[in-house]
């Protein structure tokens, strides 16, 4: 079975730019979670999905960032502009109810804003 | 919110060595998951626990719900071991269900 698949895995921008994640949970997962994790830190949650609504999103800088799941599977967050603190790896994560809710991580996507 | 402190922050150990980390949390929590981020950064779930003892080959862990910690212990460690230990916690009053991690555990297994 496939885990959390994230695209891209690496991607530098200079600041300004936008850029854009992509996410496709674990096939019956109900659960997507968005996180950001800083260098020498734990994961911190930007945003939670229940199916397609978004059920917690106060970690969410929303003048900047925003996240969309629709249809209730994949997933996409987006920067717009990147500023130079938005250097981190992003993590998405999926999980399910069925599962006593254990929390399964995709690979992160690196970025590096210049 | 729920505050979660992990200790030791630092772990340097010789091959085969055991070891006990452990996870303090502030408040009641009814989700507890272990997660062991390796060099390359993929973090990889170890264990759901909320509480109770549980076990998968070298690695076991133990959570004290009424005590609010946790203890994940290593046996034998392999240099393989190596990476950040990090706990997370959820369902502390005021949580709206999602987890909370620690700073983490940066273990280090020499040959």
């Known amino acids: 079975e496939a885990g959390v698949v994230q695209s891209p895995r690496y991607k530098i921008i200079e600041k300004k730019q936008p850029v854009a994640f992509w996410c496709n949970p674990i096939s019956g997962h109900n659960t997507l979670y968005w996180y950001l994790q800083n260098l020498g830190q734990g994961p911190e949650l930007l945003i939670r999905?229940?199916?397609?609504?978004?059920?917690?999103d106060s970690q969410l800088p929303k003048d900047r960032f925003s996240a969309e799941r629709l249809k209730g599977v994949d997933s996409t967050l987006k920067i717009q502009p990147a500023e130079l603190g938005d250097s981190a790896v992003y993590l998405c994560a999926s999980s399910s109810w069925t599962e006593g809710n254990t929390i399964y991580f995709g690979e992160g996507s690196w970025l590096t804003v210049v | 919110g729920i505050q979660v402190e992990q200790s030791p922050p630092d772990l340097i150990l010789q091959e085969g060595a055991n070891s006990t980390l452990r996870c303090n949390f502030s408040?009641?929590?009814?989700?507890l998951q272990w997660f062991h981020q390796n060099p390359w950064g993929q973090l990889i779930n170890l264990f759901y626990?909320?509480?109770g003892t549980k076990q998968n080959g070298r690695l076991s862990a133990t959570t004290v719900a009424t005590e609010r910690y946790s203890l994940l212990y290593i046996s034998s460690s392999q240099t393989t071991d190596s990476g950040v230990y990090f706990c997370a916690v959820g369902g502390g009053s005021g949580n709206t269900g999602k987890l909370i991690f620690g700073q983490g555990t940066t273990l280090q297994v020499k040959p």
């Open positions: 408040d009641s929590v009814n989700n």
């Open positions: 626990i909320p509480s």
């Open positions: 999905y229940e199916n397609e609504e978004a059920v917690d």
